[in-house]
């Protein structure tokens, strides 16, 4: 089916560790949008892309790094994971009318650093 | 620095009542305000999307509301079923220097077979 896909859906790891959240979109949009989700904080922006190649820093940027070497693929990378990205992080997307607005968003992985 | 709160932070009221569910926004330099729905363990589902130039949006028993001289939208929601039990955010996408999107915390609702 069409849409937006991430994965995994659910993973645990330990701080120091190196992680990666995979996104897949299957419609060709333009932009691509990295969010995480916390309480007390609602939906913050970590990085987004406007096109292969091209991305740029979000509200929350330090300890993610992302790549788009393809328009259909948005990996999220923490680099070395620390408790405090003990979150729930979202894939979006979006056609270029609606540039940097998220319109399509996946399920969400949820992930826990011990 | 604009601040988007959502009021009530739940609510719960029984099938069948109408409902109206509250955006407050602080800044009235937006293009556009969205409303989004959030069921548990998903993603959001964008519902409606208000222009800054339009006073409301309607989707089946679904309206949403803009007034941005007073920096408020509300969701009204017609005879609310079971099915519409959710978490409902709001989002202003901002005029600033650079372009960006605002999430409010959202409202979980419960609908009371």
């Known amino acids: 089916d069409a849409g937006i896909t991430q994965s995994p859906r659910y993973k645990i790891t330990e701080t120091g560790r190196q992680v990666t959240l995979m996104c897949h979109q299957t419609?060709?949009?333009?932009?691509m949008f990295w969010y995480r989700q916390d309480l007390g904080h609602g939906l913050r922006l970590i990085y987004y892309?406007?096109?292969?190649?091209?991305?740029d820093k979000g509200e929350v940027p330090d300890g993610y790094v992302v790549s788009r070497s393809k328009t259909e693929n948005f990996p999220l990378t923490l680099e070395s994971a620390t408790r405090s990205q003990t979150s729930v992080y979202f894939c979006?997307?979006?056609?270029?009318?609606?540039?940097?607005?998220?319109?399509?968003f996946g399920d969400g992985t949820r992930l826990s650093i011990l | 620095k604009q601040e988007v709160t959502q009021i009530p932070a739940a609510l719960s009221v029984p099938e069948g009542e109408n409902l109206v569910l509250n955006c407050s926004f602080t800044d009235s330099a937006i293009y556009n305000l969205q409303w989004f729905r959030q069921d548990p363990g998903k993603g959001l589902t964008s519902l409606l999307l208000i222009q800054s130039s339009q006073r409301e949006q309607t989707s089946g028993r679904l309206n949403a509301s803009l007034d941005k001289s007073s920096g408020r939208s509300t969701l009204y929601i017609a005879a609310s079923q079971p099915g519409d039990s959710a978490t409902y955010l709001c989002a202003v996408r901002v005029v600033t220097s650079y372009d960006k999107v605002i999430f409010g915390p959202g409202t979980s609702l419960s609908v009371i077979p």
């Open positions: 892309s406007a096109a292969a190649d091209i991305t």
């Open positions: 419609w060709s949009h333009s932009y």
């Open positions: 979006a997307s979006s056609r270029d009318e609606y540039s940097n607005q998220p319109q399509h």
